[in-house]
């Protein structure tokens, strides 16, 4: 299921997609981003190209679809945590508002049709 759940949210454009270690930062967009997996590791984007990640499915425990109200803005992301429930990756979708900081109504349901396919908190059982 978590191959799956982050097909989907790589095949959603302008979801930015972050991975923090406490040294280093990666940031990169879902835009046309392929997925695989080959027994643990689900590779996201060309291994070949300049930016991929590998994401080990056995230490992924848990996803959640979180909503954060900020003072003029309300952010969207999908965040997932391993066995410490220490986030290993958050989606955060962007280009939700448009120029008069109103949201868009079809990004809002992008992210709303993702979150009731699968709910708000996901466990992932091997």
Known sequence: MLKDLLSDIVK???????VK???ATI??????????????????????????MH????L?????????????????????FDGNNDRVLGCFF???YDESKMIKSER???YDDLQAKYGQKIQFHF
């Open 12 to 18: 959603v454009d302008d979801v930015l997609m972050i």
């Open 21 to 23: 270690s406490n040294g």
């Open 27 to 52: 940031e990169m967009r879902s835009n046309s981003l392929s997925i695989r997996q080959k027994e643990k590791w689900i590779t996201i984007g060309e291994n070949d190209g300049p930016c991929h």
């Open 55 to 58: 994401v080990n499915n056995e």
């Open 60 to 80: 992924i425990n848990n996803a959640e679809f979180v909503i954060e109200k900020k003072l003029e803005r309300t952010s969207f992301s999908v965040r997932f």
């Open 94 to 96: 962007t280009k939700m």
């Open 108 to 110: 809002k349901k992008l």
